[in-house]
């Protein structure tokens, strides 16, 4: 078996020879990649429920359907992509070919999470394959039947002169990193993300982080309770609240707190039953160590559980729970909850919601439920964070055509659809010229004279710009 050094070193070699450049074969490494989706669904299932409890349900549509819809987007519109984007051009440059060229970086690595171990290992490879790469991607060993699934199944369906899968834990991650790739695509928490960049700068290589944060979820002024309750309870409890798009807290008044309780218990025994722990629909924490976490986030806390606080070591079950009285120092809100654990805190207005938001790192997702659009304008105007979405929760990252990433501490960089093809491409400024129109590019050559300077910025000025190709 190859080392680390060879892999990499393997598909360096073979990125030169040109073989992933043309649209035929990245067409075909697409294609491949859907077929290893469909034929082997099954087998995806059956390790994402081994992994996560995940149901059959929330595995096809966050694991298996986005990444398929997303294939079909990048097959559909790779040939625009690769195309050359022609550039404004000035009277100085009318004769010349200007354009902007799309070009692949060279051997990416790509370093999958748990929580969606398949999405969001295979989405960014859409991408890499899309502009041309070779790419080393390294599933989370935390989510281990997944893990060892794409092991075997990648070589079987991917060219393995171009991908390849490194397995291993936090060791073999770090011994991996301390190759030089032309890009690292990295999802997981902050904390690793640090070690990311340290390693990256060490051979100056850029990054994409997906990271996350404390996605808050504004609830003001008038609201349809019921609605917001199941919208509230499917996206906070998808996946059995480890998403980093899952709304981390809620900001409330005291009277829509009031309202809201008794609609999410309802809702919590309309999805799950009155037991949930028997219910197949909600998942199961990933492990010990991570329900050890969440416990002791929830021992913690000196709000009030008012719905949910079971929970079962061995099964590494936790209830959804709903926790209020909740302060802004309180365990809860120190770190992202990643977990069927649902904070509510209680504002005065929207006005101090907005300022409880902008205390915190901006966040991967923010979202506000109101049937007012001018409470969804003014927070929309008055917030920054990755995504946003007005009543309703995670849908808005599900689209190919529209980018995902965070800002600031939640991430770096984004991708989905054309964004991921566009991170993981250099553009490539172009000019073409030849050797006419001497006489006017003489204005630029010494001796230097004022009449020419005055010459030279009329030609270059965007007054006398040029549409022209």
């Known amino acids: 078996m190859d080392t680390q050094n060879q892999?990499?070193?393997?598909?360096?070699?073979?990125?030169?020879?040109?073989?992933?450049?043309?649209?035929?074969?990245?067409?075909?490494?697409?294609?491949?990649?859907?077929?290893?989706?469909?034929?082997?669904?099954?087998?995806i299932l059956n390790a994402l429920h081994k992994d996560l409890a995940k149901p059959k349900f929330e595995a096809i549509l966050s694991e298996v359907d986005i990444v398929i819809n997303d294939l079909h987007y990048a097959i559909n519109n790779l040939s625009s992509w690769m195309k050359p984007e022609y550039a404004s051009k000035n009277?100085?440059?009318?004769?010349?070919?200007?354009?902007?060229?799309?070009?692949?970086?060279?051997?990416?690595?790509?370093?999958?999470?748990?929580?969606?171990?398949?999405?969001?290992?295979?989405?960014?490879?859409?991408?890499?394959i899309a502009a041309g790469n070779c790419a080393v991607i390294k599933p989370s060993e935390v989510s281990a039947a997944t893990d060892r699934l794409i092991a075997e199944l990648v070589p079987k369906y991917l060219s393995q002169d171009?991908?390849?899968v490194v397995s291993g834990g936090p060791e073999e991650t770090k011994a991996l990193l301390q190759n030089r790739f032309d890009h690292i695509f990295y999802t997981g928490s902050q904390a690793v993300a640090r070690s990311i960049l340290q390693a990256a700068s060490v051979h100056l290589?850029?990054?994409?982080?997906?990271?996350?944060?404390?996605?808050?979820?504004?609830?003001?002024?008038?609201?349809?309770?019921?609605?917001?309750?199941?919208?509230?309870?499917?996206?906070?409890?998808?996946?059995?609240?480890?998403?980093?798009?899952?709304?981390?807290?809620?900001?409330?008044?005291?009277?829509?707190?009031?309202?809201?309780l008794p609609a999410l218990r309802k809702v919590l025994e309309d999805f799950y039953t009155k037991e949930p722990q028997s219910s197949s629909d909600f998942s199961r924490i990933v492990s010990p160590r991570h329900w050890t976490r969440?416990?002791?986030?929830?021992?913690?806390?000196?709000g009030k559980v008012v719905l949910g606080g079971e929970s079962n070591q061995e099964d590494k079950y936790i209830a959804p729970t709903v926790v209020v009285d909740v302060a802004e120092d309180d365990a809860l809100m120190?770190?992202?909850?990643?977990?069927?654990?649902?904070?509510?805190?209680?504002?005065?207005?929207?006005?101090?919601?907005?300022?409880?938001?902008?205390?915190?790192?901006?966040?991967?997702?923010?979202?506000?439920?109101?049937?007012?659009?001018?409470?969804?304008?003014?927070?929309?105007?008055?917030?920054?964070?990755?995504?946003?979405?007005?009543n309703d929760g995670i849908v808005h990252m599900t689209l190919p055509s529209m980018p995902f990433g965070g800002v600031g501490a939640s991430g770096w960089g984004?991708?989905?659809?054309?964004?991921?093809?566009?991170?993981f491409s250099h553009r490539r400024a172009c000019m073409l010229r030849g050797w006419a129109?001497?006489?006017?590019?003489?204005?630029?050559?010494?001796?230097?004279?004022?009449?020419?300077?005055?010459?030279?910025r009329w030609t270059t000025s965007a007054k006398s710009s040029c549409s022209l190709m």
Request: aromatic content about 10%; glycine content about 6%.
């Open 7 to 43: 892999v990499v070193d393997r598909l360096r070699s073979v990125f030169r020879s040109g073989i992933t450049i043309p649209e035929q074969f990245r067409r075909a490494q697409l294609t491949q990649l859907m077929s290893m989706i469909k034929d082997n669904e099954e087998l």
């Open 91 to 128: 009277l100085a440059t009318k004769l010349d070919d200007c354009f902007i060229r799309r070009e692949p970086l060279g051997v990416v690595l790509i370093i999958g999470a748990w929580n969606y171990p398949l999405q969001l290992l295979l989405l960014p490879l859409v991408g890499a």
């Open 162 to 164: 171009c991908y390849a």
């Open 205 to 260: 290589t850029p990054v994409t982080l997906e990271l996350g944060g404390k996605c808050p979820c504004i609830i003001y002024g008038r609201v349809s309770i019921p609605d917001a309750a199941r919208r509230l309870v499917w996206a906070k409890f998808f996946n059995g609240g480890q998403s980093c798009v899952a709304p981390d807290y809620v900001l409330c008044s005291q009277a829509t707190c009031d309202a809201l």
């Open 294 to 302: 969440l416990m002791e986030l929830l021992g913690k806390s000196s």
């Open 334 to 390: 120190q770190e992202e909850i990643f977990g069927p654990i649902l904070p509510i805190i209680t504002v005065e207005s929207l006005e101090k919601g907005i300022e409880f938001v902008n205390r915190k790192e901006k966040p991967l997702a923010l979202y506000v439920f109101s049937d007012e659009s001018s409470v969804i304008n003014t927070v929309l105007e008055n917030t920054s964070s990755g995504g946003f979405c007005s």
């Open 414 to 423: 984004s991708y989905h659809g054309r964004w991921g093809f566009e991170a």
């Open 437 to 456: 129109l001497e006489r006017l590019n003489a204005l630029r050559y010494p001796p230097y004279t004022e009449e020419k300077l005055s010459w030279l």
